[in-house]
């Protein structure tokens, strides 16, 4: 694994809200800071995050909402609350900009689900996941490396432009798909997640230079069911540039592999010259709240099969709550883009 760079700032950590609402119970927050340390000890080395500033934050991501996060907290505890901001009334119908007081109503504007709450250090976890990504994404442009990987924590790929959720807040893997764009990259994003990443999908929706291919469960019975379904292709000359691949409950490598390289021609087919990886291991089938039946060793060869088309690859973390097989299972996915790199190499002796 030493071709392949890993990044990762531990102020990541600071983000530990206490709970979150599931199935209608309170329940511990699943999206923990441990995840990221158990994957940070498993790695033989960690390169820190550098900071590129809000810029490549505000590509992505509208200024109000950005201000939002920064701040959310604080009004909450302002306004005489305890613990963590979390929403409680949200816009179903003409979701527009509003001049709102109350952070309240902030919080069901600018999120869509009740599991997503921000805490003390939530803002400066996000920016620096966002920044861990932007660093990863440097080493592969700066010709250091073919492929690199982010430790990004809290996830990002259900934040849209104006919205948190599921655990995410800033889209690392769209933020630094976006500056890759602005500086001349041809970009395909491949998400690998349990779930859709739908904030990436919006994000990108009408843009026919950037691929978005999604594999996940089928919304139809998981989260986040609104969006990820086959027919959402894409919007205007974009059209075909989103493409989703739901997958039922209880998928395996068997199958899992043909949906694989379908996504992979896509990729070709876009004539892409750099690949966002948005990697969850809640695929893995000890996952505690996902339902595919993905082994360790599967993460091998998946990586092996996405590291065949030769393209260099920014590995963006994502989900994974299965916390004792985690860093197992990252290291797994990593050792196939190194094994892969390897082989080619040999080839060209």
Known sequence: MGSVPAFFDRRQLS?????????????????KASRAETIAAGLPALSPAKDFGLEPLLAVHDPDYVEFLRTAHEEWRASGRDGDAIGYSWPVVRRRSLALERIDAKLGRYSFDAATPIAAGTWEASYWSAQTALTALSAILDGDAHASFALSRPPGHHAGRDYCGGYCYLNNAAIAARRAQRLGRRVAILDIDYHHGNGTQDIFYDDPDVLFVSMHADPATDYP?????????????????????????????????????????????????????????????????????????????????????????????????????????????????????????????
């Not at 983000?15 to 999206?31: I, K, Q």
């Not at 893995?284 to 091998?300: C, G, L, T, V």
């Not at 197992?328 to 790199?341: D, I, K, P, Y």
């Open 15 to 31: 983000h530990e809200p206490a709970r979150e609402l599931h199935n209608g119970s309170w329940v511990d927050y699943s999206e």
């Open 225 to 349: 069911f609104f969006w990820g379904h086959a027919d959402e292709r894409g919007s205007g000359s974009a059209t075909g540039k989103t493409i989703n691949l739901p997958l039922p409950r209880g998928t395996g490598l068997d199958g899992y592999a043909k949906p694989l390289d379908e996504a992979l021609s896509a990729v070709r087919a876009h004539q892409a010259d750099l690949l966002v990886l948005s990697f969850g291991a809640d695929t893995f089938e000890a996952d505690p709240i996902s339902y595919f039946r993905i082994k360790q060793d599967d993460y091998r060869e998946i990586a092996s099969r996405i590291a065949s088309i030769g393209l260099p690859v920014l590995i963006v973390m994502e989900g994974g709550y299965a916390i004792d097989a985690l860093g197992t299972n990252v290291r797994a996915l990593l050792s196939g883009f190194e094994s892969q790199r390897i082989n080619g190499a040999l080839a060209n002796c």
